[in-house]
């Protein structure tokens, strides 16, 4: 199994800062990404974490990336603006479109924030998150490049298209969705396919587009949607949302996030959505709380210990990796260190191995 | 196999509107929810077809639905409203929110309608179907009284909470995906229990929460929520905007339509978006044919003819059930000439038998 170190979360906040603000980006600009690839760490997401660090700095090197970009409304009405991206970090602008919503919500009930030429903005919870904090709902989503087979194909069109939905509630925790539209992330089977192991059935198809459990086969073919053909749907919608309504790249015309040849042209959606709307916010906060106390005390199932909301397993996560320190994978600890070195950064010492039982699933 | 005749759809639409008005529905109020019954029929999704007639009667008789209400907007802002449907049949309620959520979208962008004190609304696909008729995006959402077990647990505690979404696009068909949240409809179990059949693993849990292929063990447990944690979430979220933001009742507090001795106070919500928001409606409409036109030339898996849009199976349904007659289970008619002579209204002549392969899946 991987080697697994702690990390004190403040240190590795410093040195993704530290690093991004080598590359030219803005000190302000530079402690928002890494609040959001951090969050990601924290909340058990490492697919999303400090593991793209690397690949945030090889883009700006190759200039497909702007680190100092200026996010522009281009269009606006009472409650929908478009944001030009300008090229920049996702985490940057999606910050800013997210605000943006906010304060179209507020004014006038429901805000909706169309983005274009925008790059890969991490998890889509870290932008709900701040909605929560603002007491609204919000709602995030990004198109991404093709690695997905539509229900009923056999070939890779539509991303692995994320997005999420927060909602803050009174005594009980906010409920924080956030999901790919594929079954599982494409990580897992690139881990099983090293290690050779088969892949369990309904995660991926072959070439041909038939089910496979071959990681490699699996690898070579493409992921599907969850839940079949509406999952395959939900992906489509995100990414008319996302990339046909706003002008972004879409589908086969966008490009990935590792070919650094090229910008990437994406684009997002982000909704908020006061609390209050349609009662005062106390009255909805305690009915959010009825809602999550409904599913907290239903019944589980077999072998399960308690009925979990969404997001209440990130949360204990954070809980957890803010206590002991963040996890990182020691080949993702050599990459980081390896582009510190690169640019006079100092990666920081771990605090000490993760026990095997500690680490996020 | 069941017998299933074919009959003329405007005399099955005239059929509805009849029995509604003897029930003391306005005749313009008949005839939308005779047009949402039928369009469901016509797309081949006869569960919410007019074999919702006799429980929709039933409870105008019993006067847990008002049959003639007054649905008014008690809390507006420039892109918000909140409409209380005064307990009128969901057809009318939800056409009127749509019709506000669309012209609130036109003056502030999107359009955001919450619909408390309603009742079943039908298929979603009907009111997103009225924003693309008049070029808006549109999106549908309805709680449901609990059916299924959230995803972890062993007991119902969501609805099969649906929801549709409609985009407009240029030459090619607009999409039109319209689903519930469950894995399947708890029809499909009932005619498997009936036949004593097993039904596919996946589909249901029994009372312990442990998977089932037994069908009448699945009817005795829950359905399952579409794409595991995924749906069950979304499920739960359809749950928080229709039911807890709008004041309706949600979760274990809503009633069967089955049961008639309460009111529903289901909720909806209707969203609008103009798609001329952010570039030319044309230019949005060449967009749109572009990424459909990808979907559909997407090579296909082993086995299947074409990739599907989201809605074009249903809208060759329609063009079928349209030329060649509105296909009715013989037990459907059954109930539906019951009902009829009840009130002294004639059921319809059948043209013939539709025959096996033309019946929708």
């Keep these: 199994m991987m ?113 274009r030429r925008s790059n890969h903005f991490g998890i889509a919870a870290f932008y709900v998150g701040k909605a929560i904090q603002r007491n609204f709902i919000g709602v995030a989503a990004s198109n991404a490049p093709p690695h997905m087979a539509p229900f009923g194909g056999r070939s890779r069109l539509l991303g692995t298209n994320p997005f999420a939905v927060g909602i803050p509630a009174g005594k009980r925790s906010p409920l924080l969705f956030d999901a790919s539209t594929s079954v599982v992330a494409r990580g897992k089977i690139i881990v099983a396919a090293q290690e050779r192991k088969p892949i369990p059935d309904g995660w991926a198809i072959d070439c041909e587009g038939n089910p496979t459990t071959d990681a490699a086969a699996a690898l070579a073919g493409s992921v599907l949607a969850f839940g079949g053909p509406k999952g395959s749907a939900i992906s489509f919608i995100i990414d008319i949302l996302c990339g046909v309504l706003t002008g972004s790249a879409f589908a086969l015309h966008l490009n990935t996030l590792e070919n650094l040849g090229a910008e990437q042209n994406l684009g997002h959606v982000f909704v908020a959505l006061r609390t209050d709307l349609f009662m005062p916010t106390q009255e909805f906060a305690a009915r959010m709380d009825a809602i999550l106390e409904m599913l907290s005390v239903s019944p589980p199932a077999a072998g399960v210990e308690r009925v979990l909301a969404a997001g209440e397993l990130e949360t204990q996560n954070e809980a957890r990796n803010r206590a002991l320190g963040v996890p990182l994978a020691a080949s993702v600890v050599d990459q980081l260190a390896t582009l510190g070195g690169e640019l006079g950064v100092a990666f920081p010492d771990a605090l000490g191995p993760a026990g095997e039982a500690e680490v996020p699933a």
Tied chains: 1, 2.
């Design 3 to 115: 080697d697994v170190l702690r990390y004190r979360a403040d240190e590795i906040w410093g040195f993704c800062g530290s690093v991004l603000e080598k590359l030219s980006v803005p000190q302000e600009d530079a402690e928002t990404v890494s609040d959001c690839l951090l969050q990601a760490d924290l909340r058990g997401v490492d697919s999303h974490g400090v593991i793209r660090l690397p690949v945030y700095a090889g883009r700006i090197r190759k200039g497909v990336v702007n680190p100092r970009p200026k996010p522009r409304i281009v269009m606006s009405y009472a409650a929908a603006a478009l944001l030009d991206g300008d090229n920049g970090l996702g985490a940057v602008v999606g910050s800013q479109a997210m605000e943006n919503a906010i304060n179209l919500a507020a004014l006038s009930g429901i805000g909706l924030v169309g983005v």
